[in-house]
């Protein structure tokens, strides 16, 4: 495999990695798969369209480029807390069991779809052309500038949401509350807002993702299905766990550019679903996952 | 300082709680005792706030207890729950800032952590290793210490003796009397109802979720209905 191939694999992966990193925050508090993830990408995505639209009057290249993500991921924040509020809230105040959560993450999902769809029409859109330069070279290596910005904003994103789990106090609640939300709320943690930070967390991180599948796919309703990719990706890194979900992904990138180019786009995906399987079945914690067991 | 009067919890059908009022006077350690299911867990996390549908009042110091639990440990009442229950991934040391959570100061929320692990030296030789990785014993230190980070004025200890060897059930009684010579009042609940009431200012028994009985820690230690019921001694 050549260097070239394994920095596209690594720029697509830091996209996935968004994308993972999205789903496992949720669900390692809420401890459900939220599909409604890839509704909120589809939302921001076409809502970072609108913007690029509109800015593109006053702004060019890299100054358009950041305020596009900038007014995707602020989307993401607000689609995250309408989400929390209307979907989910009522649920787990009322303790009710997870089903219902998948339900209404899956019914959050069609809706948000069905909302692009009825705005926009099920056509295809595409982004603007930021740059007029498409490839640098960097150290002898050929690398689309797209891609090169992908890794660079996803690695950024991901840094600072690391920092904040890690060195902020919201962060060691979001943590807390992830092992148990009674106890954390006997430590003085309003659970209700560290779920919601915990949403726009999320929600930052779909809106980025929203904008870099756009420009490397184009925009249709269905974009949020890309979701599945992060899916994968957190399931071979081991469910729930970040850092386990950045791996994945950044494995799944490299994989698939790989697959592509050794049997072709179309039959890659057969074979990564069979990696996916072959990890649910022999490891199902992932690579990551680590089984903590408090003692009774 | 705390009064609870004519409490009344029910899950559904089941009624947990059928009228308990109890009262704990500031300074002092009450403790509750009684079997499994009598509803002592239900009373601690009636007051604590997250059992959220009761009849009858909870009174703390004058004013009413809030609703929600972050406001109540705000108040100043901290329970340290059944089962240690910490957060087994999250290093010591991440555990002891997780309980000051509601210190705003960050200077004030560290000289509490070294507070914590002078008292326990063997918390600041494992701060970052992760809390699930600790014995049953050092865990319960852990949760208590947990527990008064936010330097509360009133503990709720439930069961803190459960499954620990004799040796590390007298270190945590140690600890609670160490705590009551703080000016921390304590409430604690317990199965072990010898130790807990010779150590008791005050004590409830608790049946069905019904006070039956009640009195001072010693006169309920020589009351031959107790020492039947719980602490196992023949007639």
């Not at chain 1, 106090?169 to 106890?183: E, H, M, P, Q, W």
């Not at chain 1, 925009?219 to 992060?230: M, N, S």
């Not at chain 2, 440990?73 to 910490?86: A, N, S």
């Amino acid at each position: 495999m050549s260097i070239q191939q394994l920095l596209n694999g690594v720029s697509l992966g830091s996209v996935y990695a968004l994308i993972a990193v999205g789903f496992a925050l949720v669900f390692n508090i809420l401890k459900f798969s939220n599909f409604a993830h890839g509704g909120v990408m589809t939302l921001t995505a076409y809502i970072g369209l609108a913007a690029s639209l509109f800015f593109s009057r006053w702004l060019s290249g890299l100054p358009l480029f950041g305020a596009t993500l900038v007014s995707a991921a602020l989307a993401g924040a607000i689609v995250g807390i309408v989400l929390e509020r209307m979907a989910f809230r009522r649920i787990r105040n009322n303790n009710s069991p997870v089903i219902y959560y998948f339900i209404s993450s899956i019914t959050m999902g069609i809706l948000m779809e069905n909302i692009v769809t009825i705005f926009a029409s099920s056509t295809f859109y595409s982004y603007p052309k930021f740059f007029e330069l498409s490839v640098v070279e960097l150290f002898h290596v050929n690398i689309a500038l797209t891609d090169l910005l992908m890794l660079v904003f996803s690695s950024t994103a991901l840094m600072i949401l690391l920092w904040v789990l890690y060195r902020t106090k919201i962060g060691l609640a979001i943590r807390a509350l992830s092992f148990d939300v009674n106890t954390a709320n006997l430590m003085g943690m309003d659970s209700n807002r560290v779920v919601m930070a915990t949403f726009i967390a999320a929600g930052i991180l779909g809106g980025v993702a929203g904008v870099f599948l756009g420009i490397n796919y184009t925009l249709y309703p269905q974009l949020g299905q890309l979701i599945v990719k992060g899916f994968i990706a957190s399931v071979i890194g081991g469910l729930g766990s970040i850092t386990g979900a950045m791996i994945g992904a950044v494995l799944l990138g490299v994989l698939e550019v790989t697959l592509i180019s050794a049997v072709g786009a179309g039959i890659a995906p057969v074979f990564v679903f069979i990696i996916m399987l072959t990890f649910l079945l022999v490891r199902p914690r992932g690579i990551a996952g680590v089984i903590v067991q408090e003692k009774a | 300082m705390l009064v609870v009067e004519n409490l009344h919890v029910s899950y559904g059908h089941i009624q947990a709680l059928s009228g308990v009022s109890i009262t704990v006077p500031q300074g002092s350690i009450v403790s509750i005792i009684g079997s499994n299911g009598a509803g002592k867990t239900t009373l601690l996390n009636t007051i604590s706030g997250l059992v959220k549908q009761h009849q009858g009042g909870i009174k703390f110091k004058g004013q009413e207890l809030g609703w929600v639990p972050h406001s109540i440990v705000q108040q100043g009442i901290v329970q340290v729950p059944e089962g240690r229950k910490i957060f087994a991934g999250l290093t010591v040391e991440e555990n002891l800032l997780a309980g000051g959570y509601i210190l705003r100061d960050p200077k004030h929320l560290r000289s509490n952590v070294n507070k914590m692990m002078e008292l326990y030296p063997i918390l600041g030789s494992r701060k970052h290793q992760q809390a699930g990785t600790l014995s049953g014993g050092e865990q319960q230190m852990l949760a208590v210490c947990r527990g008064l980070m936010s330097e509360p004025e009133l503990i709720l200890l439930d069961e803190p003796s459960l499954g620990l060897a004799p040796i590390i059930v007298k270190s945590i009684f140690d600890l609670i009397g160490q705590i009551r010579q703080q000016g921390i009042t304590v409430l604690l609940v317990e199965q072990n109802a010898k130790k807990a009431l010779a150590l008791s200012d005050y004590a409830y028994v608790l049946e069905n979720g019904h006070v039956t009985m009640e009195g001072k820690g010693r006169d309920l230690l020589c009351d031959p209905a107790v020492k039947r019921a719980y602490l196992g001694e023949k007639e």
